[in-house]
């Protein structure tokens, strides 16, 4: 019990920004009208590559003078995806959002 | 008394760095946020872009890890190569691909996402200075299922990978996380060898994965779009438990901000179908088995020539649109129908069902590709009380969307699912390529409603020669 209680304490800044996280989700997607839901979801499901952070980290660290090791590899990849998610998600974003951009200009 | 940068052990870089990342975590939710708009939705996706850009470079250029080293020359170049090539990849896969795939593609972006996460948990495990050995885990875990249970979804819109629709996949997925479950107690409870932490890290992905498998393979149909908002949900959380393990607090706040946003969405589309998340996940549709011992009636077809007239001289026209306009790519021809019967004075507006095609919002894309203005799009609660005024339904490549067994069959899968009450209006014309089921595997009693009146074939084809022959009129 203490050790939750202490493990509370030390990551409550943590805490603090995941609860109100949740609320901030909540709150702007429920003003989103349904006709921007696809591209909404690809735009959020781009931000959800910012795991492409933890992967520059953990491939910019990563040992070298081991040579070709399974984390280098693991870490290209990790990067590789993480890019992938990132690039497409917003860029196919930016097309759906084209078609809707068209439109006012007439 | 001062306090310098040097007595907190941290330099300016340090500084500027965490700057960069509330920058950027401030840029996500703005960016969401415009996208609540359609006139400042494409701003608000590039603001979000740009606030993903900002902290990747100043991540490769001013981290330091425990050490206080930063990222090295060699290393970066490592990095940027990577990034290169899932540069290219995401921007060519994304401008190539076709409007109808969309689905796919975002589940396949998503599939990535997740695998990242997976794979940094993977490694971020055996690393001796990480010390929340839980919440790698569960990145690992959580990761993984979005990395598979995305690709499964991505081969199943894509048609490549078929339903299992057998009773005991509910049994073994509930097993299977038991599993999961207890193997993770375990690894945390005991203080185990680093060798076996590191085999039963590699257990728990391949567990991890054959779950994901198995649990978007029995869901089919009308389901796909909650699992797809749903499999986006995790992979935000899944880089959040990244972001734990890093201490970093844009990846934390997009994680989770993420997670949440999706969570909400696939509650949404529950609600837009009357079914509790448990139930679209656990009891997942079958085949039309309940509703097959009614009498099917006859349908009956209706000529180019009879419907040209037929919609030429009403005054409320509703074209309720699915997912076979987007199949067949008739979004431009059904613009040409809709300007050619406005010409003629009549009022045409699209139904949309918040479900209808395999995305939510998915008709809307198609259709604004088309030219269509977005203000012709009328959400299902705001056509349906309009419906019994209206002369003519054309339903498009629809068919659960507007099922009535929806609302008097307590039998069927869909009972109790909102839909477009097409069956109310006038006269309907329903374009479908022949007699199949709709995805959902049921029986719609509107085709042989008295009042309908079939067009058989591809939707483009018939939408074309359907607008030629008005035009001949």
């Known amino acids: 019990m203490e050790e939750f209680l202490v493990y509370f304490y030390q990551n409550k800044g943590t805490i603090f920004i995941i609860v ?31 795991i492409i952070i933890g992967g520059i980290i953990l491939l910019g660290h990563t040992e070298l003078s ?27 974003t930016d097309r759906m959002l084209d078609m809707f951009k068209k439109k006012k200009k007439k | 008394m001062n306090i310098t940068l040097q007595d907190l052990g941290i330099t300016s870089g340090d500084v500027i760095l965490e700057i960069s990342y509330l920058v950027a ?55 940027v190569a990577a ?3 899932g540069s290219i990849a995401g921007a060519v896969i994304a401008r190539r691909i076709k409007m109808t795939a969309m689905p796919q593609l975002v589940s396949f972006f998503n599939a990535t996402g997740g ?35 995305s690709m499964i979804a991505y081969g199943k819109l894509d048609g490549k990978v078929g339903d299992i629709f057998a009773g005991w996949v509910k049994y073994f997925n509930l097993f299977l996380l038991l599993v999961i ?49 749903l499999l986006n949900s995790l992979t935000g959380i899944a880089a959040a438990m990244a972001g734990f393990i890093y201490n970093n607090e844009a990846m934390i706040l997009g994680g989770i901000f993420v997670g949440s946003a999706g969570a909400i969405l696939t509650l949404l589309m529950c609600k837009a179908m009357n079914r509790s998340l448990l139930n679209v996940i656990v009891g997942s549709f079958g085949g039309g088995g309940a ?77 604004a590709e088309a030219d269509v203005p977005y203000t012709k799009l009328v959400e299902m609660d705001d056509i349906n009380p309009d419906m019994p005024n209206t002369d003519v339904t054309i339903v498009v490549g629809a068919n659960d969307v507007v099922n009535p067994a929806a609302l008097d069959d307590p039998s069927s899968p869909i009972y109790g699912m909102p839909i477009i009450r097409a069956h109310e209006s006038k006269n309907i014309i329903v374009m479908k ?41």
């Open chain 2, 115 to 149: 695998a990242a996460s997976a794979l940094v948990a993977l490694m971020e495990y055996s690393n001796p200075d990480n010390s929340s050995a839980l919440v790698t885990l569960l990145g690992l875990v959580i990761g993984t299922i979005a990395f598979s249970g």
């Open chain 2, 181 to 229: 479950t207890v193997l993770i107690v375990y690894m945390l409870a005991f203080d185990l060898d680093p060798g076996l932490q590191t085999t039963l890290s590699y257990v728990l992905l391949v567990l991890a994965l054959i779950y994901g498998i198995m649990f978007v393979m029995p869901i089919g149909g009308a389901d796909m779009p909650v699992v797809i908002s």
């Open chain 2, 291 to 367: 509703a097959a011992g009614k009498e099917q009636g006859t349908v009956k077809e209706i000529s180019l020539s009879d419907a040209s007239v037929l919609l030429s001289y009403s005054q409320k026209v509703v074209i309720v649109p699915g997912y076979g306009l987007a199949v067949a790519q008739a979004q431009y021809v059904c613009n040409d129908l809709v300007k050619l019967l406005e010409d003629k004075g009549v009022e045409v507006k699209f139904a949309i069902h918040p479900v209808a095609g395999r995305m939510p919002g998915h008709m809307n894309v198609l259709l």
């Open chain 2, 25 to 79: 975590a401030v840029l996500f939710v703005y960016g969401l946020k415009l996208m609540s708009h359609p006139e400042t939705a494409k701003k608000g996706n590039l603001w979000a872009a740009a606030g993903m850009g900002l902290a990747m470079v100043t991540t490769l250029f001013l981290h330091r890890d425990a050490d206080g080293k930063t990222i090295g020359m060699t290393n970066a170049l490592i990095v």
């Open chain 2, 433 to 473: 390529r022949g007699m199949g089921k709709g995805y959902a595997g049921i029986e719609n009693f509107l085709f042989f409603d008295d009042k309908t009146r079939m067009l058989f074939g591809n939707a483009k084809d018939t939408l074309q020669a359907l607008v030629s022959e008005i035009k001949e009129l």
């Open chain 1, 20 to 50: 109100l996280s949740i609320f901030l989700g909540v709150e702007v997607i429920s003003n989103v009208p349904s006709v921007l839901h696809t591209p909404l979801m690809s735009g959020a499901n781009a931000i959800s590559g910012v």
């Open chain 2, 83 to 85: 990034i290169a090539v």
């Open chain 1, 66 to 92: 081991e040579g070709i090791s399974l984390n280098l590899i693991l870490g290209i990849f990790a990067v590789i995806f993480g890019t992938l998610n990132v690039v497409g998600g917003f860029v196919v």
